[in-house]
T-cell receptor, first 115, second 116 residues
Framework: QQQVKQSPQSLIVQKGGISIINCAYE??????FPWYQQFPGKGPALLIA?????SEKKEGRFTISFNKSAKQFSLHIMDSQPGDSATYFC??????????????FGEGTQLTVNP | GAVVSQHPSRVICKSGTSVKIECRSL??????MFWYRQFPKQSLMLMAT?????????EQGVEKDKFLINHASLTLSTLTVTSAHPEDSSFYIC????????????FGSGTRLTVV
């Protein structure tokens, strides 16, 4: 029940295209859904996050779509650029419970944006 | 924004020696620290969770005598890999969270440990 399933495992898009990564969760107690971007040899960096009281959040070229009834959320990267090539992880947690609530990570998606 | 500094970024040690990795929250008080291990092309695997002033809680399968975690202050947590062996070679990442319920999870830049 703690798992977060992420797909696809890898994704190749052309510059200017839309990259879409999907995640599904089981635990209905999760109330915080962040996406992280990780470059080789670096720690994950928060890209964008959403709480379940909204269905969509947009920050620049990055958008999270959230479907509470389906227990799914996705990351859309518009106008994808070669610099977006990285590994993306979705995650989920019981955010406000305590500061000790752990993040449960998806398996990761290796995104390659071709010039 | 919240910043977590992790050092060293890379370390090479001989088999049988111990290595200490530091994780500092620079501009907030980290009441909880998380330590992760990451293998190539895999997701982050939580090793342990520590709250300031308390003993760390280790995940199933993680040897607490091999991976010593200290969280003695609100700005510093350390992970010591004791009697390191080549199979301990990995990428170790810390993450910190502050006292307030709306504090997010801030990650360090990671430490590449190579045991030779």
């Amino acid at each position: 029940q703690q798992q977060v399933k992420q797909s696809p495992q890898s994704l190749i898009v052309q510059k200017g295209g839309i990259s879409i990564i999907n995640c599904a969760y089981e635990n209905t107690a999760f109330d915080y859904f962040p996406w992280y971007q990780q470059f080789p040899g670096k720690g994950p960096a928060l890209l964008i996050a959403i709480r379940p009281d909204v269905s969509e959040k947009k920050e620049g070229r990055f958008t999270i779509s959230f479907n509470k009834s389906a227990k799914q959320f996705s990351l859309h990267i518009m106008d994808s650029q070669p610099g977006d090539s990285a590994t993306y992880f979705c995650a989920a947690s019981m955010y406000g419970e305590t500061s000790g609530s752990r993040l449960t990570f998806g398996e990761g998606t290796q995104l390659t944006v071709n010039p | 924004g919240a910043v977590v500094s992790q050092h060293p970024s890379r370390v090479i040690c001989k088999s049988g020696t111990s290595v200490k990795i530091e994780c500092r929250s620079l501009d907030f008080q980290a009441t909880t620290m998380f330590w992760y291990r990451q293998f190539p092309k895999q997701s982050l695997m939580l090793m342990a969770t520590s709250n300031e002033g308390s003993k760390a809680t280790y995940e199933q399968g993680v040897e607490k005598d091999k991976f010593l975690i200290n969280h003695a202050s609100l700005t510093l947590s350390t992970l010591t890999v004791t009697s390191a062996h080549p199979e301990d070679s990995s990428f170790y990442i810390c993450s910190a969270r502050g006292r307030a319920a709306n504090y997010g999870y801030t990650f360090g830049s990671g430490t590449r440990l190579t045991v030779v």
